[in-house]
């Protein structure tokens, strides 16, 4: 893996980002049972997209609907960090952010919330969310891997190539949640499958070469 230190959500971020599959989109690659998505027609078209006109160079309207966050993504930019003490603190593990993250080959990329060190060793990748109660409960209550992020955990094993992964979840009032993750036959098929997507992805942009810019052919 090829591990990009930039801040997410920055300029240098999404351009790291542009065309390349995205653990954060694995749903429209595979499903959870393993099988390629309905939805990667619409994915490798917006890939396409993505590079025949690349994102600063829209209208602002396009931009700002776009980019503009939410008071989801504002809650979790808030309470990220107080999970990411928590678990610091009852694992005694190093939990440090990360910006962007790609395979060696640069063809797919993953923004971990956090890499887990023990002697400065790389252990586990994190992923952190921070819903609001009723969802905190409900996955509380199921006590597993939610099967809503199955993919993007999934996917963000296949990209950096750990082994294992922690899904967290943080909401005040409850106590934190957290399960590990273990690479297994699925992440093997989820691998299979985005391999099978990145020959279709590739296939797509030769089409399209003509319009996309030099720069970003190179």
């Known amino acids: 893996m090829l591990v990009h230190d930039v801040e ?6 999404l351009r790291l980002r542009r065309g390349i599959p995205t653990a954060s989109e694995g749903s ?3 499903t959870p049972g393993g099988k390629p998505s309905a939805s990667q027609d619409a994915y490798i078209a917006e890939l396409v997209d993505e590079m025949v006109r ?3 160079e829209r209208d602002p309207e396009e931009q700002m609907e776009q980019f503009s966050g939410n008071r989801h993504t504002e809650r979790g930019h808030a309470l990220e960090p107080k999970f990411r003490e928590w678990l610091a603190l009852v694992t005694r593990a190093d939990v440090r952010t990360v910006g962007f993250v790609t395979t060696d080959c640069g063809r797919a ?9 023990r002697d400065n060793v790389l252990v586990r990748g994190q992923e952190i969310k921070a819903p609001e109660g009723k969802k905190h409960a409900l996955w509380m209550l199921d006590g597993g891997l939610p099967e809503e992020h199955k993919q993007q955990v999934h996917m963000s094993m296949v990209v950096t190539g750990i082994r294992e992964w922690g899904f967290g979840s943080y909401c005040p009032g409850y106590k934190p949640f957290h399960v590990l993750v273990q690479w297994d036959d699925y992440t093997d098929k989820l691998a299979a499958a985005l391999e099978a997507f990145l020959i279709r992805l590739a296939d797509a942009k030769a089409k399209f070469i003509d319009y996309i810019p030099q720069q970003e052919a190179a």
């Open 54 to 56: 690349p994102m600063e």
């Open 28 to 30: 429209r690659i595979v």
């Open 109 to 117: 990329g993953c923004s971990p919330d956090s890499f887990i060190y």
């Open 8 to 13: 997410q959500g920055s300029d240098t971020w």
